[in-house]
């Protein structure tokens, strides 16, 4: 096997592989020899991955649901809205693996190796990097793995997005198969953002989750419990069947995260900040970044200046966010709320995808109590996160 290459990819979840993908189907890079380090097999379906979108992905083939109307629900106000641009889709992770490994695997100049990073370093020509599979020479590097941070808890916040969801199946019609629970917060918040997400497959089968953003998780059976009494006390559902479980934790954090580290080492996936910080959502945004990024090196061979295309302004929204979360997370409902009694449902997904404008994002920010984002606008400018 040959040990200097064009690019080298560290890491085979969402964002190693979508930007494998990327560069293997882009003409102008067929002679870019790529080589792909795993730490291990992707074979399992681990997760799923769910999205809004106005406009088509490289992935629609293995979307396997979708949705064309989003309900949002408060002790005050809910609402079903019908998408009219965008539509909700969930990918689940082992047809995902599967597909871009077949596609990986008929691609003579991508290289595929079962390894570990144990050194990455910038060098005159590119990058040097040591693993467990060897030693290995590219031009330029892309790594994806998790990053590791010195919390400074004095500066920045440090939340995290974790839930426990279940795919249940029930005897009886129950669920309405063409909507997404997207937040349902009719449920106790204990001074925290709670609430329960909703995928439903048919009108028998869901995926149901019970989601906080809070500092620390909770004991498996307090999630265990907030779902069987949504189940029961929500939708009447006294018998079901758990057929799959699914837990996580996302972090949320406006701790920077660089998008390059020298010259040759781009970073990728949650290591260079595309989980959205007040939302946790990242697939959207990753695969936004690789085509970035893979649209730079086929015009010029090189990365872009401008590597994310993030603008400052969204976050510091994301921030302020967080701040409010982290002082008085049960506040989080009354603010949602807001935001979608007085905002057309398209221009919230445009202004969570940060594709809004100046005028928008002021007519958002104008549909929410003011009070909270100023005093967390106090909060940045002295430069400390807010505390309860």
């Known amino acids: 096997m040959e040990s200097d290459f064009d690019y080298l990819i560290v890491g085979g979840g969402a964002a190693g592989l979508s930007l494998a993908y990327a560069i293997a189907q882009e003409p102008r890079l ?28 490289p992935f629609d083939g293995i979307v396997a649901y ?8 408060s002790p005050g106000y809910e609402q079903v809205f019908a998408m009219k641009q965008h539509r909700y889709k969930m990918i689940r992770g082992l047809d995902f693996y599967q ?13 595929r190796v079962t390894g570990t990073v144990e050194s990455l370093e910038n060098t005159a020509a590119g990058v040097s990097a040591h693993t467990s599979a060897g030693h290995f020479t590219a031009r330029y590097a892309f790594d994806s793995r998790p990053p590791r941070l010195e919390k400074d808890l004095a500066k920045y916040r440090y939340l995290l997005q974790h839930f426990v969801g279940w795919e249940v199946e029930t005897d009886h019609d129950v ?34 989750e019970y989601t906080l953003f809070s500092a620390e998780v909770l004991p498996t059976a307090e999630y265990e419990a907030a779902l069987r009494s949504y189940l029961s006390e929500t939708l009447g559902v006294q018998q079901f069947r758990i057929e799959a479980v699914e837990q996580g934790a996302i972090p949320m954090i406006d701790h920077p995260l660089p998008a390059r580290v020298g010259q040759h080492i781009i970073n990728l996936g949650t290591r260079a900040g595309r989980a959205k910080p007040s939302t946790g959502y990242a697939f959207r945004r990753i695969q936004a970044h690789t085509q970035r990024l893979v649209a730079a090196l086929a015009a010029t061979g090189h990365p872009s200046e401008d590597l994310t295309g ?79």
């Open 99 to 111: 597909f871009v490994h077949a596609a990986l695997q008929a691609a003579p100049q991508v290289t």
């Open 175 to 208: 669920f309405d198969s063409t909507t997404v629970e997207f937040m349902d917060f009719r449920g106790e918040q204990h001074q925290e953002a709670r609430f329960i997400y909703v995928l439903p497959f048919t009108s028998r089968r869901a995926l149901v």
């Open 310 to 388: 993030d603008k400052w302004q969204f976050g510091l929204f994301d921030t302020l966010l967080l701040d409010i979360m982290q002082r008085k997370g049960e506040s989080t409902r009354a603010i949602f709320a807001q935001l979608f009694q007085k905002n057309p449902l398209e221009r919230i997904l445009f202004f969570l995808d940060e594709r809004t404008s100046w005028l928008d994002n002021l007519r958002v920010m104008n549909s929410v109590t003011p009070w909270p984002f100023l005093r967390s606008i106090g909060h940045v400018l002295r430069g400390r996160p807010g505390r309860r």
């Open 66 to 73: 979708e949705w064309s109307k989003l309900a949002f629900r």
């Open 30 to 57: 067929q002679h870019k020899r790529i080589l792909l380090i795993e730490p291990q097999a992707k074979n399992q379906n681990d997760r799923t991955w769910s999205f809004w979108t106005d406009e088509p992905t």
